[in-house]
């Protein structure tokens, strides 16, 4: 069974960074394109951001573009989530998700994903 952990958020002043990591037990995790979703309250689940299988292309939610960045180190199957310049719209709760490696038009749909993790929360005051 594929198990996604989330780890890093917190709560943080407008401004401040914080950096999420997502750790999975898939023996496989080279195989798969990784992505960060972020659900407010009341709000439904949102794509934040998408790194393929390699690192080398990434994509981003334009309400994040230049102040996020996703990495991954498939030597340790974790994917990352480097956040900055962050602003109270940006509370939520952060899932990690794992995803087809093939690339998908639709890679902002949740259904595209196969796995998802617990979430980790993310709180910026201001």
């Known amino acids: 069974q594929v198990q996604l952990v989330e780890s890093g958020g917190g709560l943080v002043q407008a401004g401040g960074s914080l950096r999420l990591s997502c750790a999975t037990s898939?023996?496989?995790?080279?195989?798969?394109?990784m992505s960060w979703f972020r659900q407010a309250p009341g709000k439904e689940r949102v794509f934040v951001a998408r790194?393929?299988?390699?690192?080398?292309?990434?994509y981003y939610a334009d309400s994040v573009k230049g102040r996020f960045t996703i990495s991954r180190d498939n030597a340790k199957n974790t994917v990352y989530l480097q956040m900055n310049s962050l602003k109270p719209e940006d509370t939520a709760v952060y899932y990690c998700?794992?995803?087809?490696?093939?690339?998908?038009?639709?890679?902002?749909?949740?259904?595209?994903?196969?796995?998802w993790g617990q979430g980790t929360q993310v709180t910026v005051s201001s």
């Open positions: 898939v023996r496989t995790f080279s195989s798969y394109a």
């Open positions: 998700a794992a995803g087809p490696r093939q690339f998908s038009t639709n890679y902002a749909a949740t259904s595209t994903y196969d796995y």
């Open positions: 790194i393929n299988w390699t690192g080398t292309s990434t």
